[in-house]
């Protein structure tokens, strides 16, 4: 709903799956308190909060449905495009002369791939 309400359409979003626990933050208190880590623990390799309500699996699910219907949300996850939208989107910004950022020409194919057809 923030997404929604918040964000154009012509930005990117990166959806992740949980809250980076960074220590000696609130998160950090709550993720110690409620045995997700142990005070001890190096959190130099990220260690992402989920609340045990939602739980990771649905948390999941929720991010790749929220992404499936927003061409400009992306899980993050997904470190990088598909090699063939990549060709796509070089061969589009040269045929349109286009000098927008190539992220832009990507949410541009996205949307169009998400409503059905494949115009470029």
Same mark, same amino acid.
């Given at each position: 709903?923030?997404?929604?309400?918040?964000?154009?359409?012509?930005?990117?979003?990166?959806?992740? &799956?949980?809250?980076?626990?960074? %220590?000696?933050?609130?998160?950090?208190? +709550?993720?110690?308190? #409620?045995?997700? =880590?142990?005070? &001890?623990?190096?959190?130099?390799? %990220?260690?992402?909060?989920?609340?045990? +309500?939602?739980?990771? #699996?649905?948390? =999941?699910?929720?991010?790749?449905?929220?992404?499936?219907?927003?061409?400009?949300?992306?899980?993050?996850?997904?470190?990088?495009?598909?090699?063939?939208?990549?060709?796509?989107?070089?061969?589009?910004?040269?045929?349109?002369?286009?000098?927008?950022?190539?992220?832009?020409?990507?949410?541009?194919?996205?949307?169009?791939?998400?409503?059905?057809?494949?115009?470029?």
């Amino acid at each position: 709903e923030f997404i929604d309400r918040r964000v154009s359409g012509e930005d990117m979003v990166h959806m992740s &799956a949980g809250i980076r626990i960074y %220590p000696g933050t609130a998160m950090h208190a +709550a993720a110690i308190r #409620e045995k997700m =880590v142990d005070p &001890a623990d190096d959190l130099s390799a %990220p260690k992402f909060y989920v609340s045990p +309500a939602i739980g990771s #699996e649905r948390l =999941v699910e929720m991010v790749l449905e929220a992404s499936s219907t927003r061409p400009n949300c992306v899980p993050s996850w997904e470190t990088a495009p598909e090699p063939g939208l990549i060709a796509r989107a070089a061969s589009l910004r040269s045929l349109r002369g286009l000098d927008e950022p190539m992220f832009r020409t990507l949410l541009r194919l996205r949307r169009e791939d998400m409503e059905g057809g494949k115009k470029t």
